[in-house]
């Protein structure tokens, strides 16, 4: 990733503004409060805590709706709602989605369904019901959310806040994911179109490596609570400057995984910067766990995470040369 142009696309110039939808975001909660935690709500309920996590597809399902494929946006909301509960040490348990669509549709229907049902089985929680809502006047096709439920006994979730001189345990991501569609979809259709044929095995198109589904990270909490983590990072919105979420420390990485060639195309196709793409995307690594480091290389046997870096004083993160 070598690109420094700074005329290039942005998240921002594609139509979202990652600053402002955080300060939206702040002003609502400061209304509404809630239940404590970051990545999920956790409410008390005696001797456990009840976890929700609350998330959508986004513009994935634009991508999704140009190839008539959405067999696979189920799995994506079922993944950024249960890694969110898992970055906070909670064992998710049921799903309920939320179906909005424009006109009723059987087969889009059936496949998100699909997916639904795929992404419930790997993360082995219930789906419990949800809702599909027909409104014409406010949907423009279709948006898919839903909202997952976990419990975690008090001293089973994790502290939240990392410690200076744990290790940095990174774990692969499947390529995109579910953030940063809209940078990636302008760019994509900048010189060409969805259907364009990928140059790689993996994918016959572009738009299906766009589509490529969430990965689910369910199956680490044990390991994770084994290690004794301090605090962990689901790799959405914002990128890497996700780590922040950790705590005021300094996050230096120096052994990320590799981005899937998916990244290399958006940032080619849309001359976007090395930076604008690691304030974006998650760039080949999906969950991050600060833990400490005495316990970091028995979790990486564990698992098929590595260490990719470790927690500073200081601030921000440093990755590929980069200051974010």
């Known amino acids: 990733m070598t690109n420094d142009d700074s005329e290039g696309m942005t998240y921002a110039d594609a139509g979202v503004d990652i600053e402002a939808s955080e300060a939206a975001t702040a002003a609502l909660v400061a209304q509404v409060g809630g239940g404590s935690g970051d990545y999920a709500g956790l409410l008390d309920i005696g001797d456990?805590?009840?976890?929700?996590?609350?998330?959508?597809?986004?513009?994935?399902?634009?991508?999704?709706?140009?190839?008539?494929?959405y067999s696979t946006v189920g799995i994506d909301c079922i993944a950024m709602n249960a890694n969110d509960l898992v970055a906070a040490g909670v064992r998710p348990v049921a799903f309920v989605d939320y179906l909005a669509v424009d006109a009723p549709d059987e087969t889009f229907a059936e496949q998100v369904g699909q997916g639904l049902a795929a992404g419930a089985e790997e993360a082995d929680i219930e789906l419990v019901g949800g809702e599909t809502a027909v409104?014409?006047?406010?949907?423009?096709?279709?948006?898919?959310?839903?909202?997952?439920?976990g419990l975690a006994k008090k001293d089973a979730i994790?502290?939240?806040e990392a410690e200076e001189g744990d290790a940095l345990v990174g774990f692969p991501s499947s390529g995109i994911h579910s953030n940063g569609l809209t940078l990636a979809r302008k760019a994509a259709t900048a010189d060409g179109d969805y259907d364009d044929a990928w140059d790689g095995d993996d994918y016959d198109t572009v738009g299906e490596a766009l589509l490529e589904p969430t990965r689910l990270y369910t199956y680490l909490l044990d390991d994770l609570r084994a290690a004794e983590t301090n605090a962990a990072a689901h790799v959405t919105g914002g990128g890497w400057?996700?780590?922040?979420?950790?705590?005021?420390?300094?996050?230096?990485?120096?052994?990320?995984?590799?981005?899937?060639?998916?990244f290399e195309f958006v940032q080619e196709r849309?001359?976007?910067?090395?930076e604008e793409m690691h304030t974006t995307f998650n760039m080949g690594t999906g969950f991050v766990a600060a833990v400490p480091e005495a316990n970091a290389e028995a979790l990486v046997e564990a698992t098929d995470g590595r260490i990719i870096g470790r927690v500073e004083s200081g601030d921000g993160v440093s990755i590929r040369g980069l200051d974010l």
């Open 241 to 262: 400057t996700n780590l922040e979420r950790m705590g005021e420390f300094r996050y230096v990485v120096d052994d990320a995984f590799e981005p899937q060639p998916v």
């Open 270 to 274: 849309g001359g976007v910067s090395d």
């Open 48 to 69: 456990r805590y009840l976890g929700l996590a609350t998330d959508g597809v986004g513009t994935k399902l634009l991508v999704a709706e140009a190839l008539g494929d």
């Open 158 to 160: 994790f502290p939240g």
């Open 135 to 149: 409104m014409p006047e406010v949907i423009n096709g279709l948006d898919l959310a839903g909202t997952c439920a």
